[in-house]
């Protein structure tokens, strides 16, 4: 464990370090460098601050999708138009702790590789769809209509589909689990009580996007889900 001088002498290089890259960096550029950087910051890539935002009950990081996809541009091209898939999912951190991460993930259609939009950390799961996807959302629909530029090209981003398992679907769309009586996401089947939930008929009719976004049957919603914001079909949450 560093002691009390150990901490001040490594403050004291620290500030020693940066006072002479600065200094010296203006005399270069009185010089005539002027390609070089004037921000002592960006010679030693300082860190641009995190910014983490309340998500009841516990707090959401977005690191952007628009900034996800102008990493994947500084080693490789892509497309004009940018297709991706979304995953929303939920998972605990360890077996000793009630810690739980929500990741937002998504992926290039076509590549194999997923990245980070997004990610919520509590002791429960978001409170509120909106909270947990509100930034995601509005970005989304501004690179959707506007685009984006980079390196001179222009690019826009459309969204395939949503990838959930069934949990993390109903929170997404913000409807009854499937266990509830009216959690069926597929058909107006109500359930019926046998030590569980069970659905006992059958060639009910389906749900249809239109009949989700009428709210046909009130019963299965819990509220309004930012998706329906989108061009999307809310019953298999893919681009209509």
């Known amino acids: 464990m560093k002691t009390y001088f150990d901490k001040h002498i490594l403050q004291f290089c620290e500030i020693f370090v940066k006072y002479l890259l ?16 004037r921000d002592i910051r960006s010679i030693v890539k300082t860190p641009k601050k995190t910014i983490i935002t309340p998500c009841s009950p516990g707090e959401y990081y977005h690191r952007g999708l628009q900034n996800a996809l102008v990493n994947i541009l500084k080693s490789r091209k892509l497309p004009s138009k940018i297709v991706i898939d979304i995953n929303i999912d939920g998972l605990p951190i360890s077996k000793s702790s009630k810690r739980t ?29 909106e909270d947990h996807l509100r930034p995601f959302i509005n970005e989304y629909k501004n690179l959707r209509s506007e685009g984006f530029n980079f390196r001179e090209n222009s690019y826009k981003v459309k969204l395939r589909c949503v990838i959930c398992d069934s949990p993390a679907r109903s929170f997404c769309s913000n409807t009854k689990q499937f266990n509830g009586y009216f959690g069926c996401s597929k ?39 930012p998706f329906e914001e989108l061009e999307i079909d809310m019953i298999f949450l893919q681009s209509n």
């Not at 270069?28 to 390609?35: N, P, Q, V």
């Not at 259609?109 to 799961?125: A, D, M, Q, W």
């Not at 389906?206 to 819990?222: A, G, I, K, V, W």
């Open 101 to 129: 991460l929500w990741s937002i993930q998504g992926l290039i259609v076509g590549e194999l590789t997923p990245f980070v939009i997004g990610v919520y950390h509590g002791f429960k799961k978001p409170s509120s769809i």
């Open 22 to 37: 600065g200094h010296f960096n203006c005399s270069l550029h009185e010089a005539g460098h002027d390609d070089l950087h």
């Open 187 to 225: 058909c107006v089947v109500e359930g019926s009580w046998r030590k569980k939930v069970v659905f006992l008929e059958a060639n009910l009719t389906l749900r249809t996007n239109e009949s989700f976004r009428n709210r046909s049957q009130p019963e299965h919603h819990l509220g309004y889900s």
